[in-house]
T-cell receptor, first 114, second 115 residues
Framework: EPEVTQTPSHQVTQMGQEVILRCVPI?????FYWYRQILGQKVEFLVS????????KSEIFDDQFSVERPDGSNFTLKIRSTKLEDSAMYFC????????????FGPGTRLLVL | GDSVTQMEGPVTLSEEAFLTINCTYT??????LFWYVQYPGEGLQLLLK?????DKGSNKGFEATYRKETTSFHLEKGSVQVSDSAVYFC??????????????FGQGTTLQVKP
């Protein structure tokens, strides 16, 4: 069964460093999402992406965040200058051919900023 | 804004017990409602969904009914198994023009089923 994959599974970085979290969505999907979950808190929407552009972003998704689909398979989240409060589990998700379709989630990347 | 509230966990049950996890929502319009499950070390998986009032979603013995009058989508299962131990998330997706499909999640409820 097709699945969303994410790399790395864990990332430790120093405050102020740039990190890139990578996702490979399901191959025929057109809608892509990033969510995050700070330990002990809710899963929060960050950004949605369709047709090579951001379709919606949350207040969390400020100028230090960016997303990209550099080729036909990868979908990346870049955090330009990490802060301690960026430590969280980051989930990528994709859905097929409409914003109402079921979203399929990856296993997540646990980011720890020291 | 739109939000989802779930009952606090953890919920600890014996095998074959009846399960209810409460979920209520606040939203404008008519959102779609979802239950996602997260098993240890894995990503979120869709368990069931309902897209309009009075719809019942069901899967793997779990059920939830979209109740517009009480703005609720409670998850139930008649007889839980040890393998149901996981974290359960209630979520909504707003409807309306410009909807991008984003999901708004509750805080998650941990279920532990003991043999």
């Amino acid at each position: 069964e097709p699945e969303v994959t994410q790399t790395p599974s864990h990332q430790v970085t120093q405050m102020g460093q740039e990190v890139i979290l990578r996702c490979v969505p399901i191959s025929n999907h057109l809608y892509f999402y990033w969510y995050r979950q700070i330990l002990g808190q809710k899963v929060e929407f960050l950004v949605s992406f369709y047709n090579n552009e951001i379709s919606e972003k949350s207040e969390i998704f400020d100028d230090q965040f960016s997303v990209e689909r550099p080729d036909g398979s990868n979908f990346t989240l870049k955090i330009r200058s990490t802060k301690l409060e960026d430590s969280a589990m980051y989930f990528c998700a994709s859905s097929a051919d409409s914003a109402q379709e079921t979203q399929y989630f990856g296993p997540g990347t646990r980011l720890l900023v020291l | 804004g739109d939000s989802v509230t779930q009952m606090e966990g953890p919920v600890t049950l014996s095998e074959e017990a009846f399960l209810t996890i409460n979920c209520t929502y606040t939203a404008t319009g008519y959102p779609s409602l979802f239950w996602y499950v997260q098993y240890p070390g894995e990503g979120l998986q869709l368990l069931l969904k309902a897209t309009k009032a009075d719809d019942k979603g069901s899967n793997k013995g779990f059920e939830a009914t979209y109740r517009k009058e009480t703005t609720s989508f409670h998850l139930e299962k008649g007889s839980v198994q040890v393998s149901d131990s996981a974290v359960y998330f209630c979520a909504l997706s707003p409807h309306g023009s410009g909807n991008t499909g984003k999901l708004i999640f509750g805080q998650g409820t941990t279920l532990q089923v003991k043999p």
